[in-house]
């Protein structure tokens, strides 16, 4: 009777499978964000170029890109600027038809003269520029200075590139030790 | 059973044996007399169908006596052959990489790199190119991207031993197995975490690597450093920032300590005087690049030619060109070493031609100026040089912060300016080459002015890996270029041949003739006294990197590298509005009659 109810061993390892993989699958749909489109935008139409993968842009060779962590744009002003680009500067404007037979700021190709601003390389589509707006609210507007778990999300753990921001982390706490003594 | 599974090998035998034997078969060709020893390297120019050095010498002349392809014949040079490289993928914030190498050939196998470091071997017997391997190191781009200020470069392979001996942009200095393209050893030399890339060749003086860095435009403090090839350890660091208690501290007269982010670049391969064991090398700007009132004083060794030690890296004298800097005037450039007659004897000069759009030839045993003048057409930021010291006539030593002619340059009174050269030259990294029968010098010339606004730096906004500049360029006016050409002997302009786009590859000199490209497609030929052109083949990819000539099979060949990088297409493109259209692209040219 016992060895009847015992389930066969290959049984028991086989829901152990499935149990792993069904509690992976939860978590996996847990963490899937609904913004991971809009951040494959991001990188696809080279918003990092000079924004940088943190959106704090600044000065320097790439000109000066504005920070979007201080930005106090709207959603429909972040699509509108996407969308149109930033007239007399060097913000592209990235959907196709801008200031032709779509309108920007209310200005036709005409109006805005010399200081249309540059194409872009890659034209998004609307919901694409939706989306990339809606990942910049969600992780870039309003946060404060980049983390190393901020920077690990954007580019995965392959590359050495976040290593500076978890250097950072840990002097910060001897530093204040440091200050401490000398104090 | 038994024995019977013990005489049946097994597939770890299998596979040991076979590469055993492919080890035997690859270790084959390896000849001692294809051994790269310092003595082959010293006298370079007595094998004048190799081209050993990145500049070809040790004087960095880039000049090759072949004269198969001559004025006469010239006209008759056509494609033998091409070969698809890699490399062009992005990362950072580049979306591409581009060519600016110069292929190094021994004995008929050449040997280039792509933007990433990829080093690839090719056999060039037989009038074709076969690729016999690529060593792919694999360079962290996100990691080194990001901090490259001025695009995914990488300008080229040196040789000693059996290795051939790269760089990559995330820092390494590699060996790789000459004959199997397996990586020998590696050992980071410089830390992206700090803002440092490499993007220059190696140069290989005695048992030495020499590596310069990049990096000013992102706050950090410069070095020249060399690395025993055979113990693979560090023989010494020169920092080009001097510390607190050495000569040159007392230039940095702040009390931010800007020193320890002063910039100081060296990213352009140097060159070597064995007569007196020293090495001249080019020093780049100091950060941040637009703001110089942040760094008062002259802030050495910033924009200055610098000789050092071979062997122990100690400074033997420095000359300044553009002190306290408010332009980005690196001094980055190689300097080509020259012997010409003077009034007591042979002259022992050092030519650079500078950013700043002033040609100079110091004295190289002293560093005493000798002459300089204006190789571009239009200079505002100065009247011009003070003929006794080299300085701009405008610079007082006894003022903190420099202004020049004020009304032009970028300063905290002055935001937004226009002035020329602009940043990027002048001249910028594409090399120079020099004739020595006919004692000419020939400057691949980048004829431009821009605008630059000027960011007031403070303390707070030194970040790591963020850019250090203090302000930004943008391209209000078109920019052009020429190749100049400077008769040595008298210091004194002897042609300039003009081109609709600026020269961002560099120059190859011959006897009768000099090679140079554009970065809209073409490359070409110039008679070398008249600068007349020649001859011209359009590649149909920007040319960004410098045409090099070699002999095999007795047959004299070209061979340039075609991929538009660096940091025109991203930073300068709006000053040259057609090169918009040049394609990102990856690939080696040779031509031969």
Same mark, same amino acid.
């Not at chain 1, 992780?139 to 404060?144: A, C, L, M, S």
């Not at chain 2, 006209?75 to 494609?79: A, C, G």
């Given at each position: 009777m016992t060895r009847h109810n015992r389930p066969p061993a290959g049984a028991i390892v086989a829901f152990v499978i499935v149990a792993t993989a069904a509690i992976t699958a939860s978590a996996d749909a847990q963490s899937a964000d609904p913004t991971d489109a809009g951040k494959a935008v991001f990188k696809r139409a080279n918003c990092v170029g000079c924004h940088k993968w943190h959106g704090n842009g600044g000065g320097g060779y790439g000109g000066d890109a504005l920070s979007l962590r201080k930005t106090e744009l709207t959603r429909e002003q972040i699509i509108e600027t996407i969308g149109c680009?930033?007239?007399?500067?060097?913000?592209?404007?990235?959907?196709?038809?801008?200031?032709?037979?779509v309108k920007c700021y209310d200005m036709s190709r005409e109006d805005v003269g010399g200081r249309i601003p540059p194409e872009a390389n890659t034209f998004l589509r609307p919901s694409d520029v939706e989306a990339v707006a809606d990942y910049v609210i969600a992780?870039?507007?309003?946060?404060?200075e980049p983390s190393y778990s901020e920077c690990v999300k954007f580019f995965g753990d392959t590359s050495r590139v976040c290593d500076i921001y978890k250097a950072q982390q840990q002097p910060t706490v001897s530093q204040t030790t440091n200050s401490g003594q000398s104090k | 059973m038994t024995n019977f599974t013990r005489r049946k090998p097994s597939l770890r035998t299998a596979m040991l044996a076979t590469v055993a034997a492919v080890a035997t078969i690859c270790a084959l060709p390896a000849k001692a007399a294809d051994e790269v020893t310092p003595e082959r390297l010293l006298n370079a120019d007595k094998e004048p169908g190799n081209w050993l050095h990145h500049h070809k010498d040790f004087s960095a002349t880039?000049?090759? *006596? +072949?004269?198969?392809?001559n004025k006469g014949n010239v006209? *008759? +040079?056509?494609?033998a052959w091409t070969m698809h490289l890699g490399g062009v993928e992005g990362g950072g914030i580049w979306t591409h990489g581009g060519l600016e190498g110069t292929p190094i050939v021994e004995n008929g196998m050449m040997y280039v790199t792509d933007g990433w470091g990829s080093v690839y071997k090719i056999d060039t017997h037989g009038g074709k190119g076969t690729l016999l391997w690529k060593m792919d190191p694999k360079t962290d781009h996100d990691w080194a991207g990001a901090v490259a200020c001025c695009g995914v470069d990488n300008r080229g392979v040196a040789l000693w031993g059996n290795l051939v001996i790269s760089h990559t942009l995330d820092g390494r200095l590699i060996a790789t197995n000459k004959d199997n393209g397996q990586v020998a050893w590696q050992r980071q030399v410089a830390d992206p975490n700090k803002g440092e890339v490499i993007t220059g060749a190696p140069l290989i003086v005695k048992n030495m690597a020499i590596t310069g860095v990049a990096g000013a435009e992102y706050g950090i403090r410069g070095w020249i450093a060399a690395t025993d090839l055979a113990s693979q350890k560090e023989v010494w660091r020169t920092h080009t920032i001097p510390g607190k208690?050495?000569?040159?501290?007392?230039?940095?007269?702040?009390?931010?300590?800007?020193a320890a982010s002063g910039g100081g670049s060296t990213w352009v391969t140097g060159s070597y005087d064995p007569a007196t064991n020293t090495l001249i090398w080019g020093i780049g700007n100091p950060g941040p690049d637009w703001d110089n009132e942040y760094r008062p004083g002259d802030n050495l060794y910033t924009d200055s030619s610098l000789a050092l030690d071979a062997d122990t890296g100690k400074i033997k004298w420095h000359y300044q060109h553009t002190p306290n800097d408010p332009y980005d005037y690196d001094s980055v450039a190689e300097h080509v070493l020259v012997d010409i007659p003077g009034p007591n004897g042979p002259r022992k000069l050092a030519l650079e031609a500078d950013r700043n759009g002033f040609a100079y030839a110091v004295?190289?045993?002293?560093?005493?100026?000798?002459w300089g003048l204006p190789f571009v057409k239009k200079v505002t930021w100065t009247k011009g040089l003070d003929a006794e010291t080299g300085k701009p006539v405008e610079y007082d030593p006894n003022k903190p912060v420099q202004t020049y002619v004020a009304a032009v340059t970028p300063s905290r009174t002055n935001l937004e300016t226009d002035f020329c050269p602009g940043n990027m030259g002048g001249k910028n990294w594409p090399p120079t080459a020099y004739n020595p029968d006919l004692k000419l010098w020939y400057i691949p010339v980048i004829e431009s002015c821009n605008r630059i606004k000027v960011e007031v730096m403070t303390p707070e906004k030194l970040k790591p890996r963020e850019f250090w500049t203090g302000g930004g360029p943008s391209q209000p006016v078109r920019i052009t270029g020429s190749v100049t050409a400077i008769d040595v002997t008298t210091g004194k302009v002897a042609g300039k041949f003009e081109t609709p786009f600026p020269n961002l590859g560099g120059v190859l000199a011959t006897p009768d003739l000099v090679f140079s490209g554009q970065p809209s497609g073409e490359v070409m030929a110039l008679d070398a006294k008249s600068l007349e052109k020649l001859w011209e083949f359009n590649t149909g990819g920007g040319v960004n990197a410098p045409p090099m000539t070699f002999s095999v099979d007795g047959k004299q060949y070209v061979a340039i590298l075609v991929g538009l990088g660096g940091a025109w297409d991203k930073w300068f493109i709006d000053a040259t509005p057609e090169l918009k259209r040049m394609q990102p692209g990856s690939m080696l040219y040779v031509f031969s009659l």
């Open positions: 680009g930033r007239p007399g500067t060097g913000m592209p404007f990235f959907t196709r038809g801008a200031y032709d037979s992780h870039i507007k309003g946060e404060r | 880039r000049f090759s *006596n +072949l004269s198969e392809i006209k *008759n +040079l056509k494609v208690g050495e000569s040159g501290h007392e230039t940095w007269k702040d009390d931010k300590n800007s004295d190289r045993t002293t560093g005493k100026f000798v």
